[in-house]
């Protein structure tokens, strides 16, 4: 006999050999019933090819269901890295239009000094705060 079938597989070899079953019994129980039946002694083989026929399409079973979560699985990281990918677009999409200098906005704040974007104005604190070199060159 095959050991390991599960509880549950037993039970259902037990009940279709004609033996009784409950739900409380223990797996050892189990197997001391189906080892003892009439059906068993008879024809032992039969009994544990049925087992077997039992394990092999609850292991299907588990494999299809493993099988079909590992798809979704798959299909959730596509979608998220779909989805990354549109939020990189559309930051370099706004990072574009941040860059771009609009004439109008220029002239409309009256300095000409203001800057769209973060990164142009680091860029300008840092050429401003550049040392003057003390002794001129060639």
């Known amino acids: 006999m095959l050991p390991f079938a599960r509880k549950e597989e037993l039970r259902v070899v037990a009940e279709e050999i004609g033996e009784t079953a409950t739900l409380e019994i223990k797996v050892a129980d189990l ?49 998220l890295e779909a989805q990354l990918e549109l939020e990189r677009i559309s930051l370099e999409k706004a990072k574009v239009e941040s860059v771009r200098i609009d004439p109008d906005a220029s002239s409309a ?14 860029h300008s604190v840092r050429t401003l705060t550049l040392p003057i070199p003390k002794r001129a060159e060639g």
Do not use: M, T, W
Request: charged letters at 35%; proline letters at 2%; hydrophobic letters at 30%.
């Open 31 to 79: 197997r001391e019933i189906i080892l003892g039946s009439k059906a068993y002694k008879n024809d032992p083989e039969s009994v544990n090819n049925f087992l077997s026929s039992i394990v092999e399409a609850r292991k299907r079973k588990e494999e299809q269901s493993d099988n079909l979560e590992f798809v979704k699985i798959k299909l959730e990281k596509a979608k």
């Open 109 to 122: 704040s009256g300095d000409g000094n203001s800057f769209n974007c973060v990164e142009n104005y680091i």
